[in-house]
């Protein structure tokens, strides 16, 4: 099948390898010139494991190609995905700005039946949107179809999550795109999942918020768990084991960041709020999650006394680990309030501080932990990188200035720590004691 893929970033390129790799017939296309010229060349503008060779391969196969041209794009394609990006604006609305005018240049475009299919996030109603635009823009009597198909894939395991996802959602109006979707996800062996377009819409942003509220959930019996001692992994082990409610979702730590999570969850309760719900649940949700970064603060701070002039080394930037990507990284929050406090922060990221430099000013970077942990007061772990959990701590310990350590990630098994003499705090890991107790 002949494929447009409208914004080719870490949705839209994903998807339009994994396409190509199936076979098919694959055009991508993106506004920003440079990142178009590198991926002519193969060049992966992000980190994704295994997709910069994914997209070489099906280059050379000629299976894939890129342009910063809509309308090429249009011409080649029956079926056309848009993937641009969907950020918050300050108030949380979803900002559909790139969709819209991507639905106008694909309507001045068309001179044959095209099924236009929203793949990036967005709220429930837009596909309606969608199709009053391209009527309005469109010139001639052109036939087509708009349909949602949202993308569940997690940044870091893209590929895996692309072509081995749980399901498959379509949200189609006509008979003709219902077939099209079809045949294309043929291949896939998934659970398909053929609905209306607004139910489709609703599914994306609730299994989001549904995630959302998960670890929104654990981190508030996080609090409780250290109020009386007791440990939230074993809780979260007792709880999660119930197949109902499964572990998933269950880690308590410094809280949800990305480009998915807080503005989807953002989106939703705006969403609702103009339909005439108000969703509180979310709410509440959201307020956990912003306290979960003062608590961590908190926690340095109780263990420091002062902050001016304490050195602080943070392990990790990135969202998540196996990804550069730092929208809506809890570290941009806390970095910018432990430096606003007067301490001296020192990071180090596998991957993300490229992106960081940019991003983080009066920050300086270190080539690996252990030269983060010279003269350190104190290391903030943010990110649960694997290459993190093997560290050597008593090659650590003698670097750092005091031997203290703030685990956002809970990673780390408390009494080790403790038995080689560090001061260690987690996330609902047991009593909450500061530095005089
Ligand atoms: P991204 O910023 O990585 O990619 C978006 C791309 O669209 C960029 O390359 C940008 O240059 C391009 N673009 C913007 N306006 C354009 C225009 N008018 N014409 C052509 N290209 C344009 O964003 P992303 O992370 O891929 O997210 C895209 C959508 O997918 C969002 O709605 C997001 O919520 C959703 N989503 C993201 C993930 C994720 O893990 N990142 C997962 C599922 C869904």
Known sequence: MEICIIGAGHVGLVTGACFADLGNQVICVDSDPKK????????????????????????????????????????????????????????????????????????????????????????????KWMRHTLKAFIRKKVPFDVASNPEFLREGSALKDFTHPDRIVIGVESQRARSLLRELYKPFQAPLVMTDLESAELIKHASNAFLATKISFINAVATLCERVGADVE??????????????????????????????????FIRIAEKLGYDFSLLKAVKQINEDQRRGLLQKVERQLWNLKDKKVGILGLAFKPDT????????????????????????????????????????????????????????????????????????????????????????????SLRRLGFRYVGVGKGKQKDARS
């Open 324 to 415: 550069d990507d730092l929208r809506f990284a809890p570290s941009l929050e806390i970095i910018s309030s432990l430096s606003k406090a007067g301490a001296q922060v020192r990071a180090f990221d596998p991957q993300a501080m490229e992106a960081a430099k940019g991003l983080m000013n009066g920050v300086t970077f270190a080539k690996d932990p252990y030269e983060l942990a010279k003269g350190c007061d104190c290391l903030v772990v943010l990110t649960e990188w694997n290459e993190f959990k093997e560290l050597d701590f008593k090659r650590l310990k003698r670097l750092m200035r005091q031997p203290v350590v703030i685990d956002g990630r809970n990673l780390y098994d408390a009494e």
């Open 36 to 127: 178009i010229t590198r991926l002519k060349k193969g060049k992966v503008s992000f980190y994704e494991p295994g997709l910069e060779e994914l997209v070489a391969h099906n280059l050379k196969q000629k299976r894939l190609s890129f342009t910063t041209r809509i309308a090429e794009g249009v011409q080649k394609s029956q079926v056309i995905f848009i993937a641009v990006g969907t950020p918050p604006q300050p108030d949380g609305d979803a900002d559909l700005t790139a969709v819209e005018n991507v639905c106008q240049e694909i309507a001045q475009a068309i001179t044959r039946y095209r099924l236009i299919v929203e793949k990036s996030t967005v709220p429930v109603e837009t596909g």
């Open 234 to 267: 074993k809780v979260a082990l007792g709880v999660g084991l119930d197949h109902r409610i499964g572990t998933a979702f269950l880690d308590a730590g410094v809280g949800f960041g990305g480009f998915c999570l807080p503005k989807d969850l953002e989106a």
